[in-house]
């Protein structure tokens, strides 16, 4: 019944902005964290951002500054802005939901981001 959809990958041209989105069907907010994560090929899968339930946000220190994750409830959509963006953010991102006391998790699909010139 858990299913997170992500959209809104392009390429793009570095400097360039994107905003990703994560539909979440089946999480509930109040008691999951939401996460993005990206992989780049041949790399590790590596966190991006954290939002929990009350809007605490925790960042990967290559995006602070350029990133912002948030949360619209009613549209149970959980959004990544993009700014500024530089080749190495090119990878694919996935949406993540993490239950606050289980840390049972579930993952999207992944969308695929290129920034290049």
């Known amino acids: 019944q858990v299913q997170l959809v992500e959209s809104g990958g392009d390429w793009v041209q570095p400097g360039g902005s994107l905003r990703l989105s994560c539909a979440a069907s089946g999480i509930i907010f109040s008691i999951h964290s939401m996460g993005w994560y990206r992989q780049a090929p041949g790399k590790q899968r590596e966190l991006v951002a954290i939002?929990?339930?009350?809007?605490?946000?925790n960042y990967a220190d290559s995006v602070k500054g350029r990133f912002t994750i948030s949360r619209d409830n009613a549209k149970d959509t959980v959004y990544l802005q993009m700014n500024s963006l530089k080749p190495e953010d090119t990878a694919v991102y996935f949406c993540?939901?993490?239950?606050?006391?289980?840390?049972?998790?579930?993952w999207g699909q992944g969308t695929q981001v290129t920034v290049s010139s």
């Open positions: 939002l929990t339930h009350n809007d605490s946000t």
């Open positions: 993540n939901a993490r239950h606050d006391f289980t840390r049972n998790a579930y």
